[in-house]
């Protein structure tokens, strides 16, 4: 699939969110913040037609749709926001093996 082509197929715009540790409080836990990463990164979200669970660490994580996007800035645990909609991305498969397009495996938040 061309380039272009792909790219025609991002017909969403995403905000992507990330956690990360603050300051120590008094009980000696850091503090968990979320700060926006990316503003706008293209993307085009699907629901999946089936059931899909991602084990990480112990805990189940229920697969409820799927996103594609060409940028890989996207980690593990970042939330992609499209259209008020929050999602948890649980996994990131590099579709083809050559770098050309993701697929962010998403739980709804």
């Not at 272009?4 to 409080?25: D, H, P, W, Y």
């Not at 999946?48 to 749709?65: K, N």
């Not at 593990?76 to 948890?88: A, G, N």
């Amino acid at each position: 699939m061309s380039d272009g082509v792909f790219e025609s197929m991002l017909n969403k715009t995403a905000a992507i969110t990330r956690k990360a540790e603050g300051q120590i409080n008094s009980l000696g836990e850091p503090s968990i913040t979320e700060g926006s990463v990316f503003s706008s990164i293209p993307v085009c979200v699907q629901p999946l037609r089936e059931a899909l669970t991602v084990v990480r660490a112990g805990r189940e994580y229920a697969v409820s749709c799927v996103a594609y996007t060409n940028i890989l800035a996207v980690q593990v645990d970042d939330i992609l926001t499209v259209e008020d909609e929050e999602y948890l991305i649980v996994g990131i498969e590099n579709e083809g093996g050559q770098d050309h397009h993701y697929r962010l495996l998403l739980e709804k938040r």
